[in-house]
């Protein structure tokens, strides 16, 4: 089905609020508001916008940690305001900052991610259980990047998921390295997305820093979950722009990451190849993108300032937090 006019603008104002959100969050990092660690996600924001702007609102998803899951929180429906606090460990963040990076919100069907490599698949195996069980067409998605499609957890849940004609999405978000392996070091094929043959359901590569491209593979691939023919296996050709970390170098093995190699990418920047593509077709005007850019912007700024002037958290809530009644 093709997208609206106003779906095509929603699209792409939230891959501009991902990609803003990140930077603050990498400024916030290397001022110092933001402790511990941050992994950018700028360069990747088409395949969590693409994918998650128009779920429905009890869909749940599991993040990967690129970005620390922001651009599919805001593309979920959860304000940047909220995020910024978390990572900057306040009590109005989504888990009252105790976690200090989680994106989470119940209400929308995010429950948070882990940084345990392979731990995504079991949780969305149970998710899409508890969806099937439930029978109200609910669907979850599962991010996960190259380097955990070797795990045990990967296959595990793949199978059973077949088995069981789970209604999941499984979106590998293939930007070529794992920290600092190259996937073709790591995987004897070209596509990832083979992998789904082994167990009987469709694999399919999609242009990862083509947002509308994203949405429609996942799109196709939600309708078929809920429709209760199981799972499918989605890989999105995409790339990081920065390190695997903040503030660590940039290597492939033991050597710099190329940088003719990123710079042929940043061509590809899946939010200039967007805006461009809207403008052709008279989606938008160069005004309309110039505005799009200053309200995000003031959005962002609003609640960078939201997180500084916010409380920290009381620590009475420790027990709570560690706890279930």
């Excluded at 099937?132 to 045990?152: L, M, P």
């Amino acid at each position: 089905m093709a997208l609206e006019k106003e779906q095509l603008i929603r699209l792409y104002t939230n891959l501009v609020r991902a990609r803003k959100l990140d930077e603050a969050c990498v400024r916030d990092f290397s001022e110092g508001r933001i402790s511990g660690f941050f992994h950018s996600g700028q360069g990747e924001e088409a395949v969590a916008v693409g994918a998650c702007t128009f779920l429905n609102k009890d869909d749940y998803i599991y993040a990967d940690f690129r970005g620390h899951g922001a651009a599919h929180a805001v593309a979920k429906g959860i304000q940047p305001r909220r995020i910024l606090a978390e990572h900057y460990g306040k009590a109005t963040g989504m888990c009252n900052g105790l976690s200090g990076f989680h994106v989470s919100d119940p209400d929308v069907g995010v429950f948070g991610i882990s940084f345990t490599i392979g731990s995504a698949f079991p949780v969305s195996l149970g998710w899409g259980l508890a969806a099937k069980k439930r029978g109200r067409g609910q669907v979850a998605v599962c991010f996960f990047g190259d380097g955990s499609s070797n795990r045990g957890t990967f296959h595990e849940a793949m199978n059973l998921a077949a088995l069981w004609k789970l209604p999941i999405v499984w979106v590998c978000v293939n930007n070529l390295y794992a920290e600092f392996m190259p996937v073709r070091d790591a995987y004897p094929k070209e596509n990832i997305a083979d992998l789904a043959a082994g167990y009987s359901v469709p694999g399919l590569v999609v242009d990862g820093q083509d947002v509308v491209a994203v949405h429609e593979a996942v799109q196709a691939a939600v309708e078929r979950a809920r429709a209760g023919e199981g799972p499918s296996l989605l890989e999105c050709k995409t790339y990081r722009y920065r390190s695997h970390s903040e503030g660590i170098f940039d290597f492939c093995h033991a050597d710099p990451r190329p940088a003719e190699e990123i710079e042929a990418w940043k061509k590809r920047d899946p939010i200039k190849l967007f805006a461009e593509r809207l403008l052709k077709q008279g989606t938008l005007t160069q005004a309309d993108i110039e505005r799009i850019d200053k309200e995000v912007t003031a959005e962002v700024e609003e609640a960078e300032l939201f997180a500084m002037e916010s409380p920290v958290p009381d620590p009475a809530i420790l027990e709570k937090a560690l706890y279930a009644d």
